[in-house]
């Protein structure tokens, strides 16, 4: 495939990695808003927003089979239409159960065009040669700081249906623009080609948990119920990544004001730090891994991400905090988009599908878990969970590097 073609590809996947993250944030924001308008209380409105979770780890593994049988970019292009179209919903529900009902058609959307993307974006990957997924997922990071930048200038003005109809216009418009592209362009190689037996992997680079790796970054495939383990153990690295995401987002502001005295804006930058750290690490992550490779990427990142999230958690001033939640969002940056690329790599859609599961499990584990743990001991105690388990991701990297060789 021409140089070009892969170039106007690769834009068009980065748009809508953009999209997805915009469009969820852009949500997000409005969450308060939408409590008040369904009058729910705090229980009934975390009930209700189990349908988002619900939704998504339900149709991920429907999205890998559907992938498999129609293709990646036209899956990609009917949920994007279908995520635009479900996020005008909420503000227009009276009822917790009705709020409930919809955000489960949201959730639906928002899991089917992650898997359908990133299977899409495992493809181009193969093709261009180069460790590129980091800076897909750098996208989704942008397009979720400019929703939410957007949702807060205009909170003030605008209605929340207002403001998530505007949302709906842009993502039909952008899906429109983007997705002519996508469905003009065929996948340009299979994720599971085989490497040729004469093609070693790079020498500086052993074998690690997703198999021996060719210049590009394709992976020997593992035959059957092997390739099903080393899969497994891939969506392990992306559950202890996205743990640590998810109780970032939901806990780190309240350790700030509660456990060290910072003011409400000061907290708010905590994970702001947090969210800016993550995103510049993927941005330089395609860099990164042609330097270190996959494997010393995953060992030095969770070793990076532990190290920086015992700093966050036990730190007794607010500036040594910020930098321990700055250092974890470096740390655990670029292994999610590792982890789910190799597992495309060894399964295509299926393990796309497989990875991101757990890994949203453990976004949706993490929050729970943290406050079970802070009720139990204490809140930067339990905060220290995110660093064990990055210390787990790091582990696993290390132990499978050899246990894996082939």
């Known amino acids: 495939m021409p140089d070009h073609t892969?170039?106007?590809?690769?834009?068009?996947?980065?748009?809508?990695?953009?999209?997805?993250?915009?469009?969820?944030?852009?949500?997000?924001?409005?969450?308060?808003?939408?409590?008040?308008?369904?009058?729910?209380?705090?229980g009934a409105l975390g009930m209700a927003l189990l349908g988002v979770s619900a939704g998504a780890v339900i149709t991920m593994t429907l999205t890998g089979r559907l992938c498999r049988r129609y293709g990646s970019h036209p899956v990609t292009v009917v949920c994007a239409v279908l995520l635009s179209l479900s996020v005008a919903?909420?503000?227009?529900?009276?009822?917790?159960?009705?709020?409930?009902?919809?955000?489960?058609?949201?959730?639906?959307?928002?899991?089917?065009?992650?898997?359908?993307?990133n299977s899409a974006a495992v493809d181009l990957v193969a093709a261009l040669r180069r460790p590129v997924m980091p800076t897909f997922h750098a996208a989704f990071s942008l397009g979720g700081m400019a929703g939410a930048g957007l949702g807060a200038i205009v909170a003030g003005h605008l209605s929340p249906a207002r403001h998530l109809l505007g949302l709906t216009v842009i993502g039909l418009a952008v899906t429109a623009v983007a997705g002519r592209t996508l469905l003009r362009i065929q996948p340009p190689a299979p994720a599971d080609e085989p490497v040729p037996a004469d093609e070693p992997g790079p020498v500086d680079e052993p074998a690690g948990p997703w198999g021996r790796e060719r210049p590009g970054g394709s992976a020997v495939r593992h035959a059957g119920g092997r390739t099903r383990g080393v899969v497994l153990?891939?969506?392990?690295?992306?559950?202890?990544?996205?743990?640590?995401?998810?109780?970032?987002?939901d806990w780190g502001a309240l350790h700030f004001e509660q456990d060290l005295g910072a003011s409400p804006a000061a907290a708010a930058v905590g994970y702001s730090c947090f969210a800016l750290a993550m995103t510049v690490g993927r941005l330089s992550g395609t860099a990164l891994l042609e330097r270190l490779g996959r494997t010393r990427t995953v060992v030095a990142g969770g070793a990076t991400a532990a190290a920086g999230m015992l700093l966050g958690a036990l730190a007794p001033s607010v500036w040594a905090a910020l930098l321990g939640f700055a250092v974890t969002g470096l740390g655990l940056a670029n292994l999610f988009p590792v982890a789910v690329e190799r597992a495309g790599a060894l399964a295509g859609p299926s393990g796309v599908a497989t990875a991101s599961t757990l890994g949203y499990g453990g976004m949706l584990l993490g929050p729970p878990a943290i406050g079970f743990m802070a009720d139990w001991l204490s809140l930067p105690a339990a905060l220290t969970s995110v660093a064990a388990l990055a210390a787990v991701a790091a582990t696993i990297g290390f132990v499978t590097r050899r246990a894996l060789h082939d």
């Not at 919903?89 to 959730?107: D, K």
């Not at 153990?233 to 987002?249: F, K, P, Q, R």
Request: aromatic share 12%; proline share 4%.
């Open 233 to 249: 153990v891939l969506g392990l690295v992306a559950l202890c990544t996205a743990y640590g995401e998810g109780a970032m987002a």
């Open 6 to 42: 892969l170039a106007r590809l690769r834009v068009a996947l980065t748009t809508f990695f953009a999209l997805d993250g915009f469009v969820f944030a852009g949500w997000v924001v409005r969450i308060p808003a939408i409590k008040h308008q369904t009058h729910a209380s705090a």
């Open 89 to 117: 919903l909420p503000p227009l529900t009276h009822s917790v159960w009705a709020l409930g009902a919809v955000l489960l058609v949201f959730g639906a959307a928002y899991g089917g065009i992650n898997v359908a993307f």
